[in-house]
């Protein structure tokens, strides 16, 4: 199989087309048989979404708990059962009265950890059936609070009852959810009008590529121009590396004893998830660490020190 076709394509999905459908359109542009994209985006919803094609679907899982950045449109005077602009109202209040600071204030209150009800309109999934499915149904079920985390929330502009600011957040972190419960802390009602992914890990709105100026890059032979090799994709993980005569060990799924490193971290902590590279910088698989440092220095050379995650060769 082409090696071009085993990379990461930074997608960038317009507003209207599920995250599914585009996936969808990659595989047929691409000629792929497997792909899946990182971080699901509402239909309503722009921005980037990182698609892996083929071989590297295995390292999704490595980067979906990476934390996102996005820009938000925030509308006030009306809260919605969708908590954004494609539900229906279900609260009306007066915003004429919110003023600039109040935004910035309340939008300081929610930087840090927070503890967040994911909306019933989500694909949070409850017995196996997406919370989606029940709300269309009619069907509303009590939803535990999850932990998020919000980095940073940044006032960008007010115009009328529109506010825009931008936010850096945890996986799993709900934007919508966010503007409704501004609006529920402002008393007016509040819905998410606008979303935009603007960075995820290495992939950010620079370097997305829209699926025409994909299928345009196949025609022309030009794909490694756009796409992103696993090695840059993970680069955000420590590293170590392995003498190329434990390879084949490691390819047949064998732990990383101490004695098959040729280099590792000055120091890395117990249960750390790192690399494997060999020779040439090409990423082999990725492990944990069953160890920190200083146990790692008191091994026997045959003694485990790494566990393997996933195989990527």
Known sequence: MNYTLNQVVNLYKPSGPTSFSMVHSVKKILGVKK??????????????????????????????????????????????????????????????????????????????EQKQVPPMYSAKKNKGIPLYKLARNGITIERKPVTVHFYSIDFINMDGIRVDFSAHCSAGTYLRTLCHDIGQELGCGAHMSRLIRKQVGVFDQGSAVSPEVLKTANNNGELDRVLFPVEKVLGFLPEIRINDDFIKQLANGNAIPKSSLSAYPGKFALGVVMRVCDGSDKILAVVESLVDQNGFERLNPKDIAFKLKRVLI
């Not at 990182?38 to 999704?60: F, H, K, V, W, Y």
């Not at 059962?81 to 007066?94: E, N, P, Y």
């Open 35 to 112: 792909a899946g994209h990182i971080g699901t985006l509402d239909p309503m919803a722009e921005g980037i979404l990182p698609i892996c094609l083929n071989q590297s679907t295995r390292i999704i899982q490595f980067l979906s708990p990476l934390s996102k950045h996005y820009q938000c449109t925030m509308t006030l005077g009306i809260a919605t059962d969708t908590q954004d602009a494609t539900g229906k109202s279900i609260f009306d209040g007066d915003p004429s009265k919110v003023t600039e600071n109040q935004i910035k204030d309340v939008l300081a209150n929610f930087v840090g």
